[in-house]
């Protein structure tokens, strides 16, 4: 599993930009593939990792740097606007979300360690709708969960949590996008907005075996999204 953390800002790339970005993630997917090939079960047996690396160090051409660069600078300049119909509604978003609620003990069986604990978070207390499982999947196993919750004045919140400790998984993100900490651990905040009065701000942070996700959608303004989430981040516990 490659993965790299990728800053928001699409909406205002070109079409030219977008496809550099998917032609690149996709050729160093299949590199990473060949790799794997041709080591064979060695490799396979190596841990995950996840990295912060300068975006200079990208192996990528130069107008796909010049691109994350761009968003970047957008997200440290506060609140990205996007066009309407970027942002769902919560109604349609809680319509399209998964309504299966699965218990801690079948969670164990299933991910690579037992999933987080959230009972001493915001979480603990709000309203579950479903959860599905995300990133490697074998069978019913997964290397990541995530969990949806309605919380009163704020939306939708999504906590993802993907152990990157997995065998062959490597995980990156950009020292440059990392804006915030969380329990002095550097973590990256982006917060978009749009023109019909909905906005979405997300977290994304790394402890010792995994990568967290936190993702809060609804009506208003960004900035109390932005400030619980990372209330709940801070008291989330592995």
């Known amino acids: 599993m490659l993965a790299i953390v990728l800053p928001v800002g699409s909406t205002y790339a070109s079409p030219e930009q977008v496809d550099a970005v998917g032609q690149w993630l996709s050729e160093?997917?299949?590199?990473?593939?060949?790799?794997?090939?041709?080591q064979g079960a060695a490799r396979s047996l190596?841990?995950?990792?996840?990295?912060?690396?300068?975006?200079?160090?990208?192996?990528?051409?130069?107008?796909?740097?010049q691109h994350f660069r761009e968003q970047i600078q957008r997200n440290r300049s506060g609140v990205?606007?996007?066009?309407?119909?970027?942002?769902?509604?919560?109604?349609?978003l809680i319509m399209a979300l998964p309504k299966v609620w699965r218990s801690d003990a079948i969670l164990r069986q299933r991910l690579p360690n037992p999933p987080s604990n959230l009972q001493r978070t915001l979480l603990g207390a709000a309203e579950p709708i479903g959860m599905e499982p995300t990133g490697a999947l074998q069978g019913l196993k997964s290397s990541g969960l995530s969990r949806f919750y309605r919380?009163?004045?704020i939306g939708i919140v999504e906590f993802n949590e993907e152990n990157f400790r997995v065998p062959g998984a490597v995980i990156?993100?950009?020292v440059e996008a990392q804006n915030t900490e969380i329990n002095g651990t550097l973590a990256q905040i982006e917060m978009t907005?749009?023109?019909?009065?909905?906005?979405?701000?997300?977290?994304?942070?790394?402890?010792?075996?995994?990568?967290?996700?936190?993702?809060?959608?609804?009506?208003?303004?960004?900035?109390?999204k932005a400030a619980v989430l990372q209330q709940i981040a801070a008291a989330v516990t592995d």
């Open 172 to 174: 990156e993100a950009f």
């Open 193 to 224: 907005a749009d023109g019909q009065g909905r906005s979405r701000a997300t977290l994304v942070w790394a402890g010792e075996d995994k990568v967290y996700t936190l993702t809060a959608t609804g009506d208003g303004d960004v900035q109390p």
């Open 151 to 153: 919380v009163n004045d």
């Open 80 to 92: 990205v606007r996007v066009s309407k119909g970027a942002i769902p509604s919560q109604r349609a």
């Open 46 to 65: 190596q841990e995950g990792v996840y990295r912060l690396i300068p975006l200079a160090e990208l192996d990528a051409p130069e107008p796909v740097k």
């Open 28 to 38: 160093r997917t299949m590199r990473a593939a060949g790799k794997d090939d041709g």
